[in-house]
């Protein structure tokens, strides 16, 4: 035994290494939630399993703040909303002086922004091209802007782009033939000038559980990392639809030139609930399967190598529209409050490792809001329960297809009456109903169906009002128009493998 090896050893021994985390894996920290955990425990949160990188949806002082002197690396972003301002060079100035270099960027003690993210998913073709015209100048802008603040090397301006800007066009969608959408490629070619200028990498986010979800003939496999039937493309077999997608933004790139163009995964998950196949058995499977698929740093066909990924996302958040599906609320690998939904392991290795919990969360006392038991008047417990649903409680679980759905009308009501409570931080008033609901301190949860406790509200520093109240705009927009760009690439590839 070498005197390395030996070292390795002791190193494991000593659990030095037990949570070292995939070379390159990041996580999407989205804060669409009635109740956020304060960001110092979500930072020992992802230290704590070994996480590097790190991407929010905005440039929250709150969050940055505390990213402070972590070490982690960070991708912020502008909203879509802001990308009009951004044309405008001194605005573009003035936003990367607030919100990069204000953070002591190149200091040990500031935050490690390595990439700004101008919007996300601009092309979507659901926005109706409301940003088609604005991102490219949004995009030169805020790069300029990092340039002549001297830390352009460093931190970068990109884009992430939703699937559906590229697709590949041949009655049989192989990955070899992938191009840019031609309503956006004019615009795309601006992008992908300003980008390759600067080094910048191109950001894609892909959705495999949405091939599923919209592609009804879609091979279940194929989603994952094992056991699908080939796809061929020429000499190449696709066993992925990861790869396959990667590879046909490889050919579009190819196409306009730019062969070696870094490429990053900006999302990429699996929900646990809100459909049949969102669940925890599944979501496992994708996310072992795709962790082990990264740490071969094998690639795809067309990209072999090292690939950046951030995984979408850290928390489930209950505050999002739900109008791309029930699951939109279920994409965390940890729950609402950080503890985590399965075992994963972060390192590739194949250790069925647990995740290392949130610490010193807090919550609200142990009080549940239900129905009385002696309530029967049914209309008027729809009604109630119709209220509660559409105010604030989350009741995707309640849905066909989802966890608590076997309860009957009653436990739902009071499952629906519970959230609301609990969305309201248990003010007494909350739970009335007109009468019918009554605040226990039994857990009223039931086998594989849980009545949860909210965390407590987090308060800002130097604010009075707690976050609850906000409700940011995040990536709640991001995923239908998704589908566009999915529908088209595997149902014609569902035909070709069936
Ligand atoms: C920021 O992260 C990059 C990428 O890992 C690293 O090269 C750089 O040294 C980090 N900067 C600081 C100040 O820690
Ligand atoms: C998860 O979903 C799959 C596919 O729908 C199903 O076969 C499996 O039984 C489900 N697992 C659980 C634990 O519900
Ligand atoms: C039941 O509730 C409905 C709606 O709140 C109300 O109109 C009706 O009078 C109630 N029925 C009885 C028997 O109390
Ligand atoms: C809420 O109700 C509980 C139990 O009835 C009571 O002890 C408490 O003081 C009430 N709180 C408020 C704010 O009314
Ligand atoms: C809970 O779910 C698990 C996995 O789907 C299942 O095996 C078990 O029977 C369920 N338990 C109850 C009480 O429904």
């Known amino acids: 035994m070498s005197w390395g090896w030996q070292f390795f050893n002791a190193l494991l021994i000593l659990g030095i290494l037990h949570n070292a985390c995939v070379q390159g894996l990041g996580v999407n920290w989205g804060t669409v939630s009635s109740h956020r955990l304060p960001p110092e425990i979500?930072?020992?949160?992802?230290?704590?399993?070994?996480?590097?990188?790190?991407?929010?949806?905005?440039?929250?002082?709150?969050?940055?703040?505390?990213?402070?002197?972590?070490g982690l690396e960070v991708m912020i972003a502008t909203t879509n909303l802001e990308l009009a301002d951004m044309t405008d060079f001194s605005k573009a100035k003035e936003w990367v002086q607030n919100n990069v270099i204000k953070y002591n960027i190149n200091s040990k003690d500031g935050v490690n922004i390595t990439y700004v993210a101008v919007g996300n998913e601009p092309f979507l073709k659901d926005y109706k091209d409301r940003f088609t015209s604005v991102t490219a100048p949004a995009l030169k802008n805020i790069q300029d802007a990092l340039n002549e603040a001297g830390v352009g090397k460093t931190t970068k301006a990109t884009i992430p782009f939703n699937g559906d800007v590229y697709y590949s066009p041949d009655y049989k969608p192989l990955p070899s033939a992938g191009i840019f959408r031609p309503d956006i490629a004019d615009k795309m070619r601006e992008i992908l000038k300003?980008?390759?200028?600067?080094?910048?990498?191109?950001?894609?986010?892909?959705?495999?559980?949405?091939?599923?979800?919209?592609?009804?003939?879609?091979?279940?496999?194929?989603?994952?990392?094992?056991?699908a039937a080939p796809l061929i493309d020429g000499n190449i077999q696709y066993t992925n639809v990861l790869d396959a997608n990667l590879d046909t933004l490889v050919s579009a790139l190819k196409a306009e030139g730019y062969p070696n163009m870094p490429i990053i995964v900006g999302e990429i998950g699996w929900p646990t609930d809100g459909d049949g196949n969102a669940n925890v058995t599944l979501?496992?499977?994708?996310?072992?399967?795709?962790?082990?698929?990264?740490?071969?740093?094998?690639?795809?066909?067309?990209?072999?190598?090292?690939?950046?990924?951030?995984?979408?996302?850290?928390?489930?958040?209950?505050?999002?529209?739900?109008?791309?599906?029930?699951?939109?609320?279920?994409?965390?690998?940890?729950?609402?409050?950080?503890?985590?939904?399965?075992?994963?392991?972060?390192?590739?290795?194949?250790?069925?490792?647990?995740?290392?919990?949130?610490?010193?969360?807090?919550?609200?006392?142990?009080?549940w809001c239900i129905l009385k038991p002696d309530a029967s008047n049914d209309t008027k417990i729809g009604e109630n329960f119709n209220y509660a649903c559409t105010n604030g409680a989350d009741c995707t679980p309640l849905q066909a297809g989802s966890t608590c759905n076997f309860l009957d009308a009653k436990q739902k009501a009071s499952y629906a009456f519970n959230s609301y409570f609990q969305v309201q931080n248990q003010v007494n008033m909350s739970c009335d109903?007109?009468?019918?609901?009554?605040?226990?301190?039994?857990?009223?949860?039931?086998?594989?169906?849980?009545?949860?406790?909210?965390?407590?509200?987090?308060?800002?520093?130097?604010?009075?009002?707690?976050?609850?109240?906000?409700?940011?705009?995040?990536?709640?927009?991001?995923?239908?128009?998704?589908?566009?760009?999915?529908?088209?690439f595997v149902t014609v590839l569902a035909q070709l493998l069936l």
Request: neutral net charge.
């Open 42 to 70: 979500v930072i020992q949160l992802l230290k704590d399993n070994g996480i590097q990188k790190v991407k929010i949806f905005d440039a929250d002082p709150t969050i940055l703040n505390a990213l402070a002197g972590s």
């Open 194 to 227: 300003i980008l390759n200028e600067n080094n910048a990498p191109f950001i894609v986010n892909i959705y495999p559980f949405l091939s599923l979800y919209y592609g009804r003939n879609f091979p279940l496999d194929y989603a994952f990392f094992n056991g």
């Open 283 to 367: 979501a496992q499977r994708f996310y072992q399967g795709l962790i082990k698929h990264l740490a071969s740093n094998q690639g795809s066909p067309l990209h072999p190598g090292y690939l950046e990924v951030y995984l979408f996302g850290l928390f489930d958040e209950d505050a999002k529209s739900i109008l791309p599906g029930n699951f939109e609320r279920s994409w965390g690998i940890f729950k609402y409050d950080g503890q985590p939904k399965f075992p994963l392991d972060f390192s590739g290795k194949g250790e069925n490792n647990p995740l290392v919990a949130a610490k010193n969360v807090q919550y609200l006392p142990r009080n």
């Open 433 to 488: 109903f007109q009468g019918l609901a009554i605040v226990t301190s039994q857990d009223p949860s039931l086998p594989n169906c849980s009545f949860t406790i909210q965390i407590s509200p987090y308060f800002a520093p130097g604010t009075t009002s707690h976050s609850s109240t906000k409700k940011k705009n995040a990536a709640s927009a991001s995923l239908p128009g998704a589908l566009t760009f999915i529908l088209a």
